[in-house]
C-alpha cells in the first residue's frame, strides 16, 4: 500500500483545512487508516482512525471535538477535517495504515504534509 497525503498549508489560528490522503493498493476492510502529526522536536502523536470496513472512528482526546475523519466512498479517499486550528496544531501530518486496529502497530505510512497555523 502506498500512501500520498495532501491539503496542508500555511492558515491562521481560527481557520479549518481538510487534509486528504489517497491510498494506491488494496486496503482489508479489517484494516485501520489513521492520521498522525509529529512537530519539530516532538514525538510522533496519534490523532485519529478509521476501521476501513465499518468506518468506526476513533479519535485522541487532544483533538476531539475539532478533528473529523472520514473516508470517500468507493475509493481510497481518506480525510482529516481540522477545524478551528490553533498554533498548536503546527506540525508534518501523516497518514497510514494498520493491518491490526486503530491503535495498534501501523504498517504503511505516506510521506506527510506540513500544516503551519500562524497566530
Known amino acids: 500500500v502506498q500512501l500520498q497525503a495532501s491539503g496542508g498549508g500555511l492558515v491562521q489560528a481560527g481557520d479549518n483545512l481538510r487534509l486528504s490522503c489517497v491510498a494506491s493498493?488494496?486496503?482489508?476492510?479489517?484494516?485501520?487508516v489513521g492520521w498522525f502529526r509529529q512537530a519539530p522536536g516532538k514525538e510522533r502523536e496519534w490523532l485519529a482512525a478509521i476501521r476501513w470496513g465499518a468506518r468506526t472512528t476513533y479519535y485522541a482526546d487532544s483533538i476531539q471535538g475539532r478533528f473529523t475523519i472520514s473516508r470517500a466512498g468507493a475509493y481510497n479517499t481518506l480525510y482529516l477535517q481540522m477545524n478551528n486550528l490553533k498554533p498548536d496544531d503546527t506540525a508534518r501530518h501523516y497518514c497510514?495504515?494498520?493491518?491490526?486496529?486503530?491503535?495498534?502497530?501501523?504498517?504503511?505510512w505516506g510521506q506527510g504534509t506540513l500544516v503551519t497555523v500562524s497566530s
Open positions: 497510514a495504515v494498520s493491518r491490526s486496529g486503530p491503535r495498534e502497530k501501523y504498517d504503511y
Open positions: 493498493g488494496r486496503i482489508f476492510s479489517s484494516s485501520a
